[in-house]
């Protein structure tokens, strides 16, 4: 990759903001943290971090997360001289954040979805890539910058949980040998894990239990999908992560080739979340103007959850039999 252009930009920056996702994973939150430190290692200047959802208690031990700060405390007026959103695949999951990165003199993309369109004016989109953090790592890499304990920790992180702990098909090579790297750098991978995988709440655990207690199976098991209403979290007290590995979960049934969660925004809006064994559910999800991966997509459908459930179903099937 070119990365010197990058790297001038950053260095005749006076004010530089980051910007992740909405309904922020590991990887987006992970890469903004590691972008952030390695911009503090080596060229000593201090970068804002906008977050746009609450991130999630898992994500709590990220070095730099807590200088993080939610949309309302931003200046919506200010310009800034660079906006880098990190794992951000499509111009809208920046939300009204857009009016920042809108304003900026300079803008750049750092991500991996094939989606991606390549709206910011430098872009560094690898489809190939396990994850954002594998992009960022290779960028901070091809520029010879020092790489911290903080910025490791915050890119294997990234890298861990976009391969879903290297179980997923995106986890290829490059995924293995920078998580040794990284490692070699001081990360500890047990106490990542740990914070990562073994620090559910009480209350998700057993909302996630009744969300699969009542997921319904269609075409022979093939499909499986569960649908979760505002007051179902209500009930259980359960946060915004509430979803998180619920699809995986229905996935890993044997019988299962497709599954998929559905969310209740509002009355009428609804978030899915897809995951796939053999379907592309990224061209499923383009169809309602989301998109992802090929084995894990995501979007938000204007409608109410059962219509929703009906309107996915549709693109699934047009799909055909994909299991002989």
């Known amino acids: 990759m070119d990365c010197s252009q990058l790297n001038d930009i950053i260095k005749s920056s006076k004010n530089i903001l980051i910007i992740s996702h909405l309904n922020p994973d590991g990887d987006t939150l992970g890469s903004m943290c590691g972008m952030y430190s390695a911009i503090k290692d080596n060229f000593k200047k201090h970068a ?3 977050i746009l959802s609450k991130v999630p208690p ?3 031990f990220l070095p730099y997360i807590k200088e993080a700060k939610p949309l309302d405390e931003y200046d919506k007026s200010r310009e800034y001289d660079l906006v880098i959103d990190v794992d951000i695949a499509a111009y809208d999951r920046m939300c009204d954040a857009a009016v920042l990165f809108d304003k900026a003199k300079f803008t750049v993309n750092i991500d991996h979805h094939k989606t991606n369109n ?3 004016k430098l872009n560094f989109v ?3 890539a396990s994850s954002t953090g594998e992009v960022l790592y290779e960028l901070m890499k091809d520029m010879g910058w020092k790489i911290s304990t903080e910025t490791a920790i915050s890119l294997y992180t990234a890298i861990l949980t976009d391969t879903g702990s ?3 098909d995106n986890t290829g090579v490059k995924a293995f040998q920078y998580a040794s790297e990284l490692v070699a750098l001081g990360v500890k991978p047990s ?3 740990k914070n990562c995988y073994e620090s559910n709440s009480k209350e998700l655990v057993q909302f996630q ?3 699969i207690s009542k997921a319904v199976f269609e075409d022979d098991d093939r499909i499986a999908y569960t649908v979760i209403y505002k007051k179902d979290i209500e009930k259980f007290n359960a946060g915004e992560d509430c979803t998180e590995g619920l699809a995986e979960k229905l996935r890993a049934i044997v019988t299962t080739d497709i599954a998929f969660i559905v969310k209740q925004i509002g009355a009428n809006l609804s978030k899915i979340s897809m995951r796939s064994k053999v379907l592309d559910v990224a061209e499923i999800c383009a169809v309602f103007g989301g998109g992802g991966h090929k084995q894990a997509a995501g979007c938000v459908i204007k409608a109410a959850p059962a219509a929703a459930v009906r309107k996915v179903l549709v693109e699934i099937r047009k799909q055909g039999l994909w299991r002989k």
């Open 48 to 50: 804002d971090m906008l």
């Open 58 to 60: 898992i994500y709590e």
């Open 191 to 193: 106490e990542i894990f």
């Open 209 to 211: 239990a009744y969300c």
């Open 126 to 128: 690898l489809p190939e």
């Open 118 to 120: 390549s709206y910011a």
């Open 166 to 168: 290297f179980r997923f």
